[in-house]
């Protein structure tokens, strides 16, 4: 089954607390992208890869870091997590850069909520 | 930047009604304007996705339409069920994003049918 993976579902922690929230997809997407969602604000892009070793910057990116070593995995670190960044995140995928409208589609993770105490 | 805009935040409407969600975009020079559900403790499903050329998209009860020159969409869905009870939100992807995944959300608009 076509599916993006998050872990963990649900993660509480302390502030300061180096974590990482892991992503992977298995349809062979180049595209790669995280987001948080915050009540009245919709979801805001933290980060994104068009593809192995290419990251780069979204809206919200200060506190976090990303890295894309294998296509199928872009994990989110948050090295010293503060309370503003409770939050429920996304991990989303859609496949090539070459291809055309249907390859524009993205697919979601079932998301992590963070709480940082 | 972009910016998107759906209203009203809530919905509720009996079982059986047809219905509207609305959608507005500040900047009209977009690649692809695309609606997603969102249930509870999941992840977004991607419903329809409607190209700068195009006007309008349908997948079975489901309607989208794009009219850049207004900057607006809605999404319509007939013969509403209580399945249909969840989030809407719709997303723009702005040409000076570089790239047609890169996505302004709105904040979405939280529908209830009621049986």
């Known amino acids: 089954e076509a599916q993006v993976t998050q872990n963990p579902r649900y993660l509480i922690t302390v502030t300061g607390k180096k974590l990482t929230v892991t992503c992977s997809q298995n349809?062979?997407?180049?595209?790669m992208s995280w987001y948080r969602q915050d009540p009245g604000l919709g979801l805001r892009q933290i980060y994104y890869s068009m593809n192995v070793e290419v990251t780069d910057k979204g809206d919200v990116p200060e506190g976090y870091k990303v890295s894309r070593k294998e296509k199928r995995n872009f994990p989110l670190i948050l090295e010293s997590p503060s309370p503003n960044q409770t939050s429920l995140y996304f991990c989303a995928s859609s496949s090539g850069l070459a291809g055309g409208p249907r390859s524009w589609t993205q697919y979601f993770g079932p998301g992590t909520r963070l709480l940082v105490l | 930047k972009q910016e998107v805009t759906q209203i009203p935040a809530a919905l509720s409407v009996p079982e059986g009604e047809n219905l509207v969600l609305n959608c507005s975009f500040t900047d009209s020079a977009i690649y692809n304007l695309q609606w997603f559900r969102q249930d509870p403790g999941k992840g977004l499903t991607s419903l329809l996705l409607i190209q700068s050329s195009q006007r309008e998209q349908t997948s079975g009860r489901l309607n989208a339409s794009l009219d850049k020159s207004s900057g607006r969409s809605t999404l319509y869905i007939a013969a509403s069920q209580p399945g249909d009870s969840a989030t809407y939100l719709c997303a723009a992807a702005p040409l000076s994003s570089g790239s047609a995944r890169q996505l302004t959300f709105g904040s979405g608009t939280q529908l209830t049918v009621l049986p």
């Open positions: 349809m062979n997407h180049e595209y």
